[in-house]
């Protein structure tokens, strides 16, 4: 699904797809370099990381393992408690591996942190975090990301994976949303 399938939801394009698909070739070549050597386990938590990880993985040179995680974390609204309950764990022993988990987007942190300290817990030999989206102005907890595509303003963002009421996850290119369409 393009833009001209949705006309007047998107108040802007912040990302088309050939400007994703760009930077996510180079995310994958710091990694490769970064991970020269040593086998990575991708994790990718559900359900907004499922484009990222598909094309992220694409790009790489060589064999990537995969997994991924499905968490929730309860709160009023559109707000988190940071009180996180996993959905779907992961199938793959992580001990002694080298995890890189990949987010779509980075907003609060809080689940994000939350979801790092558990997969530290279980004894793997690092745990990096490679996200496509992140807002620095929304951010509640101080979390570590070694890989950012691109830093974004604090706006609904959709596309992507990026959902609203589970609709706009299709569109190939990210934009933010009128407000129309949410308020």
Known sequence: ?????????LVDVLFTEKQIQERLGELAAAIEEDYAGKDILLVGVLKGAVMVM????????????????????????TKSSGVVRILKDLDTDISDRHVLVVEDIIDTGL??????SNLNSRGPASVEI??????????QMTVDVKYVGYDIPNEFVV?????FDERYR??????????HVYS
């Open 54 to 77: 598909a094309d992220l993985a694409r790009h790489f040179g060589r064999h990537v393992e995969m997994d991924w995680m499905a968490i929730s974390s309860y709160g009023s609204g």
């Open 111 to 116: 689940t994000l942190s939350w979801l790092i």
């Open 1 to 9: 699904m393009d833009e001209s399938h949705i006309e007047g939801d």
């Open 159 to 163: 596309g992507y994976g990026l959902d």
């Open 130 to 139: 490679c996200t496509l989206l992140r807002k620095p102005e929304a951010q």
């Open 170 to 179: 299709n569109l190939r290119s990210i934009g933010t949303l009128a407000p």
